[in-house]
């Protein structure tokens, strides 16, 4: 499923991907303690790669950053004079409509107030960027895995992010179908999309990270650069994380 912040749209990306931040954010859901307090800033390149084990807080940040959720306590910002940056979200599991992969790119335009005129040429050139021209006319629900996937990330481009979350968008596919998506991913960052994305792949952080947000319990034990997190991680967590051990 590919989650937009309508809201926020609009025809044309900034040069330069908006920074966020975050200021003593905390969540707490029927009484339980879920994530935070935490603290961090994100101006730099990127890709922000999101890790920790399950459970540690990396789809909660991601929903709390992209305005699903509220937090408890504590304020989420953007630079930017208007502070909410064009945005979308890919999730781990697709969720497309019923209906051909070319008819939901179209429908995403239309819902977005893109000129009808211009739905149908739009949306065959992003089938093609993403390699899906053959199965413009194929229902979405019956492509693959990686195919469906590709189609969430199509759908996202279409509206032009500043902002590009993801949720383990490759959890379930095979290693073809991984190679496709971070190829994606890539251009995305290279046409100057912020990337947020959460892995508990380490393999995959190296090849795409440029900075790291690792959580632990709902607590951010370590934002630094790949190379340093990878290499010379700083807390003992961490340190166990990168090594291959188990962290609760």
């Not at 699903?68 to 599991?93: E, H, K, N, Y």
């Not at 759908?155 to 994606?184: G, M, Y």
């Not at 251009?187 to 792949?201: A, K, W, Y």
Request: glycine residues 8%.
């Amino acid at each position: 499923m590919t989650s937009l912040n309508a809201s926020c749209l609009s025809s044309s990306a900034l040069l330069a991907p908006p920074a966020l931040y975050f200021h003593d954010v905390s969540y707490n859901h029927e009484n339980k303690h879920l994530l935070g307090p935490c603290s961090f800033t994100l101006d730099g390149i990127g890709p922000t790669l999101v890790m920790g084990p399950n459970g540690a807080g990396k789809s909660l940040l991601l929903r709390l950053a992209h305005g699903l959720l509220s937090p408890t306590q504590g304020q989420i910002s953007w630079s930017g004079s208007d502070g909410c940056p064009r945005q979308a979200m890919v999730f781990q599991q697709p969720v497309l409509l019923r209906r051909s992969a070319i008819a939901n790119l179209i429908h995403a335009q239309a819902v977005n107030g893109v000129r009808r005129s211009e739905r149908m040429r739009r949306a065959m050139e992003a089938l093609e960027r993403f390699g899906l021209t053959a199965c413009a006319k194929v229902p979405a629900r019956v492509l693959s895995g990686g195919q469906q996937q590709r189609l969430t990330l199509a759908r996202a481009w279409l509206l032009s992010p500043q902002v590009l979350f993801l949720d383990e968008p490759t959890s379930a596919l095979d290693p073809a179908a991984i190679k496709a998506v971070e190829a994606a991913v890539l251009e995305f960052h290279r046409q100057g999309t912020r990337i947020v994305m959460t892995t508990h792949d380490i393999h995959q952080a190296r090849r795409l990270a440029g900075d790291v947000l690792f959580f632990s319990g709902g607590n951010l034990c370590e934002h630094t650069s790949a190379d340093t997190f990878f290499n010379q991680p700083v807390s003992s967590k961490a340190q166990a994380f990168v090594a291959g051990e188990l962290v609760e």
